[in-house]
């Protein structure tokens, strides 16, 4: 058996609930109250958004025997579909409205809970802190479906008690008058590791605030201040981490920022650390065993085991993590770097990426992992994902974000950083990426949203598909140059042609014929010369040479997609 909280005295605060602290004692004893009157049913979906309602919804589920279905997401059709799997269950929440219209689920609110045992008299206590099973499974958690469906995993008390642990001696504790800010969902295996079995497993308090946009983050520091708090823990990912930096000049109480999700590229980690003076560290770890190494971006890009842990080589040759608070040597899936062979010495790695994020094309390999962040550094790029549309593919889409920009500038900010093979096409323009609440992206959603904008323009009638610009000269020393208009050199029409063939090359189209062609101004060497490409549905090719703003050249060419690279 295992306490509930660990690391508290009776009266310290476990949460600050709208400024409001509720001591550990508090807590045990309305979290034990609770329990008593939760419904009878094996299984809870604790679908509560407040940061209080959740750890307490989670505390009196634990103390009642029930395991809390933590679902990927909150659309009604996972939700129907979980029930069908875990039938004999109910809905945690925050207040008493439903789960939704067309899955009647039976609820359970805490904040009626929570504001009934807060009033005068002084709420019911209970000290010691309960105890669980440590063989008791408290909670299912499903992978993100990045990568293809969302997969259950099951924890256990004792095992997501000793993840805390590993967490703890990984980074050292929080000490006296810090509290934890999480941006991250619960429902998520970062999350619940950060938010709840931190705060029950730490002896530090959690803030009730979950900051969305950089305006939150600024009132949540200010609440904090408030309270009493001297430091702040920030768990979050690397995709808000971006934005906050964006538009926050400081972050005053903040001692330390923890990301995971999604890698933390190592300039924006600079840059952070540069204007906030905060070390910004990452967990690389898994739903299936929560947190397995750690690193310091701004200062390496080699992760180290999380204590307790060894990697090694399975004996199929893939790489393996054991030890600490991993009941069985965890497979994984990832493709890992050692440092040293084998994983000898200190085990230091870096992640290359999955089996299934390395894609080849035209013979060439590059991880999307590295391919998107190179998007993200285009500058005008916000959000943005490059994916296979269908599983069969050989070309991979990019859905961005960008205001204030265009697909050409898109185009002509990453073609600079990848090779051609792995140019987008299509590459589409939205306001939002379907993220879930954890930053993650799932395939389904990303594949969706392309063809529901495929199938927007088809019912507009669009004809243009795709649209290319370059900026080029030809050069005094092209070969095609000398003896042709002595003393007055003018590019001949075929080299011009050309430019255009090679844009259209270098965006997976092959010209088949020119069937249309105008050569409007003559073009001298060396005068910058702007391209513009669009492609119809019938793959027709549009094109124009401009210069000074003025056509030089207008024509169509008849094109097909090119094999080799689309």
């Known amino acids: 058996m295992l306490p509930l909280l660990r690391g508290f005295g009776p009266n310290q605060p476990i949460v600050f609930d709208q400024g409001r602290p ?19 049913a094996k299984f809870a979906f604790n679908l509560c958004e407040g940061r209080v309602e959740f750890l307490l919804a989670s505390a009196a589920a634990m103390l009642a025997g029930h395991t809390l279905i933590l679902p990927p997401n909150r659309l009604a059709r996972t939700l129907d579909d979980l029930r069908d799997v875990y039938p004999c269950s109910y809905g945690l929440v925050d207040s008493g409205a439903a789960t939704h219209e067309s899955s009647p689920m039976p609820t359970f609110a805490l904040r009626p809970e929570l504001e009934a045992a807060l009033v005068v008299p002084p709420p019911r206590t209970s000290w010691p802190p309960p105890t669980i099973s440590a063989a008791h499974a408290i909670a299912i958690l ?53 938010t709840a079995m931190l705060a029950l497993q730490s002896g530090t308090p959690l803030l009730d605030s979950r900051p969305v946009y950089p305006a939150d983050l600024a009132h949540a520091v200010e609440a904090a201040a408030t309270c009493g708090v001297t430091e702040i823990w920030l768990m979050s990912t690397p995709l808000q981490l971006r934005a906050f930096h964006r538009e926050l000049r400081e972050l005053p109480l903040v001692r330390r920022i923890i990301t995971a999700t999604m890698p933390l590229d ?48 399975s004996t199929s040759g893939m790489p393996q993590v054991e030890g600490g608070h991993l009941p069985q040597p965890l497979m994984l899936s990832d493709r890992l770097l050692p440092e040293s062979p084998d994983f000898a010495g200190a085990g230091r790695f870096e992640v290359i990426g999955r089996d299934e994020d390395m894609m080849k094309i035209a013979g060439k390999r590059a991880s999307l992992q590295t391919l998107n962040r190179e998007l993200l550094a285009v500058p005008g790029v916000e959000d943005g994902a490059l994916f296979l549309p269908t599983a069969d593919a050989t070309r991979l889409a990019a859905i961005v974000v960008a205001p204030g920009s265009t697909r050409d500038a898109v185009r002509i900010g990453l073609a600079g950083r990848i090779d051609p093979a792995f140019m987008p096409r299509p590459l ?50 092209h070969p095609a140059l000398p003896g042709h208009f002595p003393g007055h050199p003018i590019v001949p029409g075929v080299v011009l042609l050309e430019l255009v063939e090679e844009l259209l090359a270098y965006n997976g189209y092959r010209v088949r014929e020119c069937p249309q062609v105008k050569f ?26 401009d210069v000074a703003g003025k056509n030089a050249v207008v024509g169509k060419f008849v094109c097909e997609s090119d094999p080799v690279r689309a």
């Open 22 to 40: 509720i001591s550990a004692a508090e807590f045990c004893g309305i979290a034990t109250a609770a329990s008593a009157r939760l419904p009878v």
């Open 142 to 194: 499903f992978t993100s479906g990045s990568t293809g469906a969302p997969q259950p995993h099951g924890k256990s008390w004792g095992e997501m008690c000793a993840g805390t642990q590993t967490l703890l001696r990984s980074f050292g504790a929080p000490p006296d008058g810090a509290a934890i800010v999480g941006t991250v969902p619960p429902q998520h295996m970062f999350g619940f590791e950060t």
């Open 266 to 313: 190592r300039d924006l980690a600079l840059r952070v650390e540069r204007d906030w003076h905060i070390p910004v560290e990452e967990i690389f770890g898994c739903t299936e065993g929560g947190i397995l190494a750690t690193r310091r971006p701004g200062q390496t890009s080699y992760f180290s085991p999380a204590a307790g842990l060894a990697f090694t080589r």
């Open 428 to 477: 589409i323009l939205v306001s939002a990426l379907p993220r879930v609440a954890n930053g993650k992206l799932p395939i389904a959603e990303l594949r969706a949203l392309l063809a529901a904008h495929r199938d927007a323009s088809a019912s507009a009638g669009a004809e243009v598909v795709e649209s290319f610009a370059a900026n080029v000269f030809v050069p005094m020393s």
């Open 520 to 545: 409007l101004i003559p073009i001298a060497p060396s005068v910058p010369l702007a391209l513009r490409v669009e492609v119809s549905r019938r793959v027709s090719a549009r094109f124009a040479i």
